[in-house]
């Protein structure tokens, strides 16, 4: 069973950034999903940024596109943020892969891995 786990969440102001990381308890083949979900108290779970790693295929939601870029490690970085950024942030792979391209791996249904979580928190 892969392991996920995050890495360099915390409190920055506004306009600031931050760089998240993904590390995998073992080797996961390129010709993958790998991906970014956030979730705020008292709302549901919004999917950010993904990638199909073998051909760096990158997709992006409207809400961080411009802002936040993900990369073929599953780190993600983030800048320009903003305090409505403000959540617990996970990472999360899988092989099934629907087709070899970001947008697939956006709107795929399910994940079977995912990390613990980490918490990012944007002062105004």
């Known amino acids: 069973q892969v392991r996920l786990v995050e890495s360099g969440g915390g409190s920055v102001q506004a306009g600031g950034s931050l760089k998240l990381s993904c590390a995998a308890s073992?080797?996961?083949?390129?010709?993958?999903?790998m991906g970014w979900f956030r979730q705020a108290p008292g709302k549901e779970r919004e999917r950010l940024a993904f990638?199909?790693?073998y051909f760096g295929s990158v997709y992006y939601a409207d809400s961080v596109k411009g802002r936040f870029t993900i990369s073929q490690d599953n780190s993600l970085s983030m800048n320009g943020l903003k305090p409505e950024d403000t959540a617990m942030y996970y990472c999360?792979?899988?092989?099934?892969?629907?087709?070899?391209?970001?947008?697939?791996?956006?709107?795929?249904?399910?994940?079977?891995?995912w990390g613990q979580g980490i918490q990012v928190t944007v002062s105004s």
């Open positions: 999360a792979a899988d092989l099934d892969v629907p087709a070899p391209n970001g947008a697939a791996c956006y709107a795929k249904s399910e994940y079977k891995y």
């Open positions: 990638i199909y790693r």
């Open positions: 073992e080797y996961i083949d390129s010709r993958s999903c």
